[in-house]
């Protein structure tokens, strides 16, 4: 019987899991709608009265051309017309594909995915625990790892590759990197136009011949198209311009510093963050109204004390919690960045102030929360074993984003009932059993043991935990999700400066 009712769980699992990417959030909403609407008046006279400067040249043809006009200072502007009808029209929803179908992310409608992104320069060393200079391999390592974590939906570089030569073959690395390590969809930023190109190519090698890519783009860009405060990134805008001419979806990243390069108020970042990503949106939509963007407001704040980053401070929840209320009210794809601890290493400052963070932008229901798992110290480095914590706190997020479902059978006034007059406790119920899987998530690194029984395991911290699960998986979880053929003609036709051995077993890193 035990049995059997072990298979019964086992069957409910696979029918309904407890939390599954796109669940859709938004119960969290810092901003009322008068405060958004007031926010969104104040983003049309930003755009129409003050304007963007650094504009490339086919940006300003093509703006003009729609209606906009550039003032004597060089500055463009596009009038509030324009940039209403472009955000009524632009598109509502799209799938951002995985190299495998199984991990294709449908955006919109407030579904919510949690996942990577950064450019750290710097890794936690898995053996001294100090810091040092990120390499390719190191890359290759975070996405195979990421490629065995459930609630990690999406990944993003998180790292710079810094052993390679120029910025061009950083991009080419990047994505080279990420796609041998993990089917799930990836996303890297791109130093120019050419670099994109060529990365395409690559992308279409991949997937069978020219022009593929474009049907299955399983590759994004993070662009952070503008230096704040409202000045266009030149290379940036090349780059974004040939992402979306190629097919490929476009995070338009504004990353402004509030009290340093953007208002010091939480609501004044809020309106130039998003002002500056429709400025992107709207060029994005004018080279080509299909285009996959979403609104990447990824503000941070400063620590007025000393005017230094403070990424995992509680306003910083607050304040991307109403990026992605604002994207709700475009009815827009927008994504945020939470989870990016100031804690050096993966300690208690580290979990709370990643929980905390990431709870709102995700309960605000962000189409995508970036930065969310493994980074360390204001983005300046990643760190191994903190991604396979994350996993667990990323979790317990999407398990508040389900929320409670309240029903006729979930109030359960026959359960209660039966067992008022029956056994008098619930634990053998067969609606226990049938939801003990389906309704609640439980963590994998996670402790719930009685002291004695961790005590006789060893009494390990869950850093400790955590890192007997990345050696275990690094160690042995070499993918092959490109074939060795089709490596040996992508190195053929690229230059690929990674050994082959670097990302095989026995080769002496793990």
Not at 451 to 472: F, H, K, M, T, Y
């Amino acid at each position: 019987m035990a049995r059997q009712g072990q298979q019964r769980v086992r069957e409910t699992v696979t029918a309904s899991p407890p939390i599954r990417p796109g669940m859709v959030g938004g119960r969290y909403q810092p901003l009322t709608q008068r405060e958004m609407e007031r926010i969104h008046a104040t983003i049309l006279d930003v755009i129409e009265k003050i304007g963007f400067a650094d504009a490339i040249p086919s940006m300003v043809e093509l703006g003009t051309a729609a209606g906009g006009w550039v003032d004597d200072d060089g500055r463009l502007h596009y009038p509030r017309a324009l940039v209403e009808d472009i955000i009524a029209k632009a598109p509502r929803s799209f799938v951002l594909p995985g190299q495998d179908p199984k991990y294709d992310m449908e955006l919109g409608g407030g579904r919510v995915h949690l996942g990577t992104g950064g450019a750290a320069p710097f890794m936690v060393d898995f053996e001294s625990g100090k810091y040092r200079p990120s390499s390719t391999a190191d890359l290759y390592d975070i996405a195979r790892l990421v490629d065995t974590l459930d609630n990690i939906h999406f990944f993003w570089r998180s790292i710079v590759a810094r052993d390679m030569p120029t910025w061009d073959s950083i991009d080419l690395h990047t994505v080279y990197t990420c796609m041998h390590g993990t089917t799930k969809h990836i996303a890297s930023s791109f130093n120019n136009g050419a670099s994109v190109r060529n990365s395409v190519a690559m992308l279409d090698m991949v997937l069978g011949g020219e022009g593929e890519f474009r049907k299955r783009p399983f590759c994004s860009m993070a662009c952070t198209h503008v230096v704040p405060p409202l000045r266009f990134a030149k290379d940036s805008c090349e780059a974004m311009e040939a992402g979306v001419r190629a097919g490929m979806a476009i995070g338009i990243i504004s990353a402004p510093q509030a009290g340093a390069t953007s208002p010091v108020t939480l609501a004044g970042t809020i309106v130039q963050s998003m002002a500056e990503c429709i400025g992107g949106l709207i060029f994005c939509y004018l080279i080509d109204p299909n285009c996959k963007v979403h609104l990447g407001t990824w503000p941070f704040l400063s620590d007025l004390r000393t005017g230094a980053m403070s990424a995992g401070s509680t306003e910083n929840g607050l304040i991307v919690a109403g990026c992605a209320q604002m994207a709700g009210f475009y009815n827009l794809p927008g994504s945020v960045a939470a989870g990016m601890t100031d804690s050096k290493v993966p300690d208690a400052q580290s979990g709370a102030e990643k929980a905390a963070t990431v709870l709102m932008a995700a309960n605000a229901g962000s189409s995508l929360v970036n930065e969310a798992a493994g980074m360390q110290a204001s983005l300046m480095a990643a760190c191994f074993e903190a991604f396979v914590i994350d996993n667990d706190m990323l979790g317990a997020v999407m398990r508040t984003v389900r929320g409670i479902e309240v029903t006729d059978e979930t109030l359960a006034f026959d359960m209660i009932r039966d067992v008022v007059n029956g056994d008098r406790h619930f634990l053998g119920h067969p609606e226990t059993l049938r939801r003990m899987r389906t309704d609640y998530v439980y963590p994998d690194m996670g402790d719930r043991t009685t002291p004695n029984v961790w005590e006789e395991a060893g009494s390990l911290d869950i850093r400790e935990r955590a890192r007997q699960r990345v050696s275990e998986t690094l160690s042995t979880h070499y993918p092959e999700h490109i074939g060795e053929a089709l490596d040996q003609k992508i190195r053929g036709s690229f230059e690929i400066l990674i050994p082959r051995e670097a990302m095989r077993p026995g080769n002496g890193r793990w």
